[in-house]
């Protein structure tokens, strides 16, 4: 399994950002795609995952700001990013749980106070 990202950037507090990620090759075996972000000198953290079925887990930093989804075909998962804060700042992480994890290259978020 692949996974490209895209879709971070500068954005002011309160500002919007969409990230995507595109999964490819046995893409069948996946059971759950999602996002984890890791911010400078800090561990890598879930940001939110959804399964086959369309279930949802997310931090609860992030809870009631942060959407994601699946396309039709589940190949495809999106990041809605709103009222981002400061913290909201790292590397956001592409992720895919087969029989075993696999990640994306990362995508790098940054918002300004």
């Known amino acids: 399994v692949q996974l490209q990202a895209s879709g971070g950037g500068l954005v002011q507090a309160g500002g919007s950002l969409r990230l995507s990620c595109a999964a490819s090759g046995s893409t069948f075996r996946i059971s759950v795609l999602g996002w984890y972000r890791q911010a400078p000198g800090k561990q890598r953290e879930l940001v939110a995952v959804i399964n086959n079925s369309g279930t949802t887990n997310y931090a609860d930093s992030v809870k009631g700001r942060f959407t994601i989804s699946r396309d039709n075909a589940g190949n495809t998962v999106y990041l809605q990013l709103n009222g981002l804060r400061p913290e909201d700042t790292a590397v956001y992480y592409c992720?895919?749980?087969?029989?075993?994890?696999?990640w994306g290259q990362g995508t790098q978020v940054t918002v300004s106070s």
């Open positions: 992720y895919a749980n087969t029989y075993r994890p696999y």
